[in-house]
């Protein structure tokens, strides 16, 4: 049976905090320094544990056992969203860490290979889930050629260049390689911290739909031009936002949520009228029926305010994640863990937040755990969680991978069929 | 009686919109490159007139004539709005300069001084008005100090030095020097065309309300965090801006105007939801009783909305202009002179923009002259005047300027009453 050592999961878990430490946060955007030195150090933990190390072409950085048996992929993405948490993705990445190390030292466990990984961009400073996205084989090179950084615009090509990856190849998903994929998570959220569990063992995965909507008015001096006769593109947009913040309570589902994260006049001075306004748009859910008829409703409130305030509307799409259920063979293993870890104190949850576990699913059997984000607070510098939680949610993942591996785990090829479900 | 020469005012007017030209206008912000190269270019024209070139510490171009009789200054502002339009300030800025030099060639007009003009950043690149509200003593070093870039945040004192300016004087008004002062500008809408006039006596000059307002919510998760239980600052701003919608135009006056020029959300993410949010807000009357109506009913929706939105909200006031009524002879001097060059096509009335006339009418007696801007389009580059309107605005200044100078005119220090209005 596989200990962790709580010592070193909590040390190398603030280690990896120093890269880009901001407050008690990190500030770390994929392919910035901080980011580029973290996923090195990443490799080289990979390799003292024994597992052969590799940062591929968009970040991702694997750590593979060298073994002729199927192994259970376990991590997180590494990179942080602008001046936020020091656990988010990071936690995910060391617990698989952890988990390879553990098994590697504890004989009864040194034969279940346990795979490391580390993924780039789920935040989407470039491309959401860009690193799990290229490893199932669900990204283009012109998609990468199209891309860039959505706070300063800086084309991803370059950003790869810069982090050294221009070049290196992009390591695609090879399923009969690999009995499966588990990913650790701070909840973000308050669900298991306001009833008082440990652990959440996650059902399904929302599915998140984001869209960019522009109003365009006429650009105007905001002295000389009469009220009557303006088409101001602001007034739009606040005028869309209350028609949601009135029309999404009555068709959304009980989980819904929709967020407007950016608002931004052209061009932007005080003494003159707005001639564009662009918002940034998204809602989730984790039932496809639900997503459909959101974005059927956006539509239309786009539609009815452009007549109403007179400006050219566009409403584009800029994502669609499907919602994702987890393996359930894979969920009952975490949940048995949990049982024996935390009596009591663990429930199945959906995810309200996206995760590369969502995008892992279809090439792998998938399944994620949560454990406590302290006054749900998340995607802030202040993210915090408990250090029993932190620990006892790596032990528990610990345990389901060795019944996981113990049960599913045989030599490569044996096991196409149940790797065909993605 | 002095008559201009269109082809050369054209041909200025032309020279002067090569410098940051962009597309059919132009992109001068103050202190830019091509806003100091424009006005050292305006100094060397100055001095070909005969008059004493000089650019003082805040970037003000003056020619005064070597003349021991008050002269009448003639002027606008040199720089540009971003993007925007090629005539705006520099219309009145080369009328100055054509004036003086119409007035130097025209022999029974020789002995009457003209002094021209550039103010420095009426635009609010840094502080709106900088240029005029130093001429007449209204700014202190503090205020340049704390004075920043609305664009960039570039530190108005940093900008000055890369302009070349660190340490020069700034020339303060003195009002026994002068007559007064004129301005001429497009009429940046569309009341003149509309009544299809050609020349604007401007009455009075609207006074500017200018407003930060922030709302703090919290910041979190955009798929975890309930709806319910959500702080969304973006939420508060909105249902600001429709409360505005809705409340001002039953209390506002017949003229007023209100406009929001910019929201901004932080951080701006697409899945975070907005832990603050600022918006300027500005509106303009001409009657003072009105302005602090309207100030008592933004303060009054301001706090509304916090309650209703249960996030923190600040407002504060960043711009009080004065409204400020035109000196009624030199108004007499321009319609008489309109009523000579364009019977039946000239018509008083007030700005609904802000200009430098009304800061430098706090310390010498000053009026103001419109032409039409075509379809009313203003702070954008498809600005643009006609041909013939351009010409006879600065014939009617030029035949105006003769009056004023011929009746109030005098050797220095015989006016001190006169000049002691403001």
């Excluded at 909590?10 to 890269?19: E, M, N, P, T, V």
């Excluded at 020091?86 to 390879?100: F, H, N, T």
């Excluded at 690999?178 to 959440?200: C, M, N, T, W």
């Excluded at 006892?392 to 991978?401: E, I, W």
Aim: glycine share 10%; hydrophobic share 40%; charged share 25%.
């Amino acid at each position: 049976m596989p200990n962790i050592n709580a010592g070193r999961l909590l040390s190398d878990l603030r280690r990896l905090a120093q890269f880009g430490a901001y407050r008690t946060g990190v500030h770390r955007p994929t392919y910035s320094k901080e980011d580029m030195d973290s996923r090195r150090w990443l490799a080289q933990q990979y390799e003292a544990v024994g597992l052969q190390a590799h940062i591929d072409g968009v970040g991702n950085v694997f750590g593979t056992p060298r073994s002729d048996r199927r192994s259970l992929l376990i991590g997180s993405h590494a990179e942080s969203q602008n001046h936020a948490g020091w656990l988010d993705g990071a936690l995910g990445v060391i617990y698989g860490l952890e988990i390879a190390r553990t098994f590697a030292e504890t004989p009864d466990c040194a034969s279940l290979p346990i795979a490391s990984v580390a993924w780039a961009d789920e935040e989407g400073h470039y491309v959401s889930m860009l690193g799990s996205r290229s490893f199932v084989g669900d990204i283009d090179e012109a998609e990468i050629d199209r891309a860039g950084n959505v706070d300063d615009g800086l084309p991803l090509r370059e950003a790869l260049r810069t982090a050294g990856l221009a070049g290196v190849p992009r390591s695609l998903a090879e399923p009969e390689r690999y009995v499966g994929y588990l990913e650790a998570h701070i909840e973000q959220g308050d669900a298991l911290e306001a009833s008082r569990k440990r652990i959440g063992v996650v059902t399904s995965i929302v599915g998140t739909w984001q869209y960019s909507i522009v109003f365009h008015g006429i650009q105007n001096h905001a002295g000389t031009t009469r009220m009557a006769i303006r088409r101001d593109a602001g007034v739009a947009a606040a005028t869309l936002a209350m028609a949601i913040a009135r029309r999404f309570p009555e068709v959304a589902g009980p989980r819904s949520v929709w967020t407007i994260g950016r608002i931004t006049l052209d061009p932007g001075a005080p003494n003159i009228i707005p001639g564009k306004a662009e918002m940034l748009f998204q809602f989730r859910d984790s039932e496809m029926p639900v997503l459909e008829r959101l974005d059927a409703v956006i539509r239309e409130l786009v539609e009815e305010t452009a007549i109403k305030t007179g400006c050219r509307a566009e409403i584009e799409q800029t994502e669609t994640g499907k919602p994702w259920h987890m393996d359930p063979a894979f969920q009952d293993a975490i949940e048995n863990a949990a049982a024996r870890r935390a009596p009591g104190a663990y429930v199945r949850m959906p995810s309200g937040a996206s995760h590369d576990a969502q995008v892992v699913a279809r090439k792998l059997r998938a399944a994620m755990l949560f454990i406590p984000s302290i006054g749900g607070v998340s995607h802030h510098w202040t993210e915090n969680t408990d250090e029993a939680d932190l620990v006892l949610g790596c032990q528990v993942l610990a345990d389901a991978a060795e019944t996981i591996l113990r049960r599913e785990g045989q030599p490569m090829g044996e096991e196409a069929l149940l790797n065909d479900h993605g």
